[in-house]
């Protein structure tokens, strides 16, 4: 841990007080998540419904520590050489014709076969070795002299074979290249893995991690949240777009609107100079919060008795 990072997580209030300057509002519990991983050097599995802020987290604390974000999106069929290292094949390609080139000035000086082939076994050194590395971005993150955030987005996404890989990496920040040796971390990565809980994950890797859930914010959060990522939402549409979104995840919907959706929502009535809810407005809109055609016919007819309750809650008069 350098220090600039050790003087910043002092307290949990100060983590909480630094992510906000990089614009992510979150709760003592996401807080205390991010102060035990930089002190227990483990990383933080982030679970939670898309759109709550997983993957902002991780970009608001490489942010706010100062600290490059490198980040690997997971897919089924993601491997070690998508996703540690590969060697620059073009590159060793080149290098082979020009030793092909010259072979005669190179053997020149041998008067034996034995020594011909010492010598060109010492090029085969050469060829694997890290100026011949491309490094993928589980690679990257370890080579990072202060240190890295690293995203492993949606892991559920990938095979159960790579969350087997992913082990040594996680409990020591080390990786073994067979060409190479040992590559271990100078300073560990933060590590956060987000996972849409699309599958079960193995218990080793829980077993190496911290675990958070990130749900859907109570009203006075997603009020903090929307007031500091739209500003000019007035105090008073803000608790009504967010009393009308917290009364649509009540319903039986098949996909709850989240965190994203309402910024996005926000942002949508803030650029048609919206001062209040209205109902023809609300329909007009509903596809920013809904996705599905199904959940915006369903809660057409509800629109205005929830306008009506929204419009309460923003200390209007119905």
């Given amino acids: 841990m350098n220090d600039i990072t050790q003087r910043k997580v002092g307290t ?128 990257r993150a370890l080579q990072q002299s202060v240190g890295a955030v690293l995203l492993i987005d949606e892991i559920d996404k990938a095979d159960q074979e790579f969350e087997a890989f992913l082990l040594e990496i996680l409990s020591d920040y080390q990786v073994t290249i067979p060409e190479i040796g040992t590559v271990a971390a100078e300073v560990p990565p933060i590590v956060f893995l987000t996972s849409n809980n699309t599958r079960d994950l193995g218990d080793a890797l829980k077993r190496r991690c911290l675990h958070l859930h990130i749900g859907f914010p109570d009203a006075r959060l997603e009020e903090r949240i929307i007031d500091v990522r739209v500003p000019g939402v007035t105090d008073s549409l803000r608790k009504q777009l967010v009393s009308f979104v917290q009364q649509l995840r009540k319903l039986e919907l098949k996909k709850s609107p989240s965190v994203s959706e309402t910024i996005d929502w926000a942002r949508v009535l803030l650029l048609l100079h919206a001062g209040q809810l209205e109902p023809d407005m609300v329909r007009d809109t509903l596809n920013v919060l809904l996705k599905f055609e199904d959940d915006i016919e369903a809660v057409a007819n509800q629109v205005p008795a929830m306008t009506m309750e929204a419009r309460k809650n923003g200390g209007l008069a119905s």
């Fill in 12 to 139: 949990v209030e100060a983590v909480i007080d630094g992510l906000a300057t990089s614009g992510y509002i979150c709760n003592r519990q996401i807080a205390t998540a991010v102060y035990l991983a930089q002190h227990l050097q483990k990383p933080i599995l982030v679970e939670g419904p898309a759109g709550v802020g997983k993957t902002e987290l991780a970009k608001a604390t490489a942010h706010y520590f100062d600290l490059p974000l490198i980040r690997m999106q997971c897919y089924e069929g993601l491997d070690e050489s998508k996703a540690l290292y590969e060697w620059k094949y073009g590159k060793q390609l080149l290098y082979t014709q020009i030793l092909k080139d010259k072979l005669g000035e190179t053997f020149r000086d041998t008067d034996s076969l034995d020594k011909a082939l010492a010598k060109l076994n010492s090029f085969g050194d050469i060829f694997f070795s890290e100026q011949f590395l491309e490094a993928r971005p589980l690679l």
